[in-house]
């Protein structure tokens, strides 16, 4: 074989392009693809990239690196709690980063699928033997879940410029409004009633997704979260 300078230099890169290398284990010689270089880096966790996790999708059971919980083919807007391996693909232990995330947001979506995703708070992360139950609060999503398929967890917050304000309409003049919302929060809330009148009462969250609205008269209106 000639030497590898004398060879000429090619770019761009493409998928199909080929090296030659050695395997591990046998010694053998092989050729490996630019792409199955990228899968394997990317799959197995191989670059560094900050606040950044890997885990693969199992429905019956799993291991280290895993996650499991939901059906396959649900929903990712429909998860609301996983089993999470307490270390990813790349080994790395989560624990203490992913305690240190509950009551923020985290994006999971397949790789090199990014429009198959969802966006959660995390309301809790406990320990439950080599796994940690994850409790989650869908935000947005869209897609579902595949089995065996690699997906990345990332902390994902969207800028408070661009933070939702979910709208609510109380039609029938009431003096408790129930409003379930979808922000994953526990919102500042605006009221007017049908005269454009900022009108204030007392405030209940029951939940992170959830507010009664008492007053003192009954009236109808809309009731502005974010």
Known sequence: MALIQSYPSYTPVNDGDRWIGTN????????????????????????????????????????SG??????????????????????????????????????????????????????????????????YTLNLTNLFGNGILTNKLHYDFAVFTLSSAGAPTFVFTQGVAATTWNIQHNLGKFPSITVIDTGNTVVTGEYNYTSNTNVILTFSAAFAGKAYLN
């Open 24 to 63: 591990s284990t046998t010694g053998s010689t092989r050729n490996f693809t630019a792409k199955q270089i990228a899968d394997y880096l990317n799959i197995n966790g191989k670059i560094s990239i900050s606040a950044q996790m890997v885990f693969k999708f199992e429905v019956n059971g799993g291991g």
């Open 66 to 131: 895993d996650f499991t919980g939901p059906a396959g083919g649900a929903t990712l807007t429909s998860v609301a709690t996983m089993q999470l391996s307490i270390t990813d693909v790349s080994s790395q232990n989560v624990v203490a980063f992913m305690n240190y995330l509950v009551g923020n947001n985290i994006l999971i979506s397949e790789q090199n699928n990014i429009s198959t995703f969802g966006h959660y708070t995390i309301d809790s992360y406990t320990a439950n033997g080599a796994f």
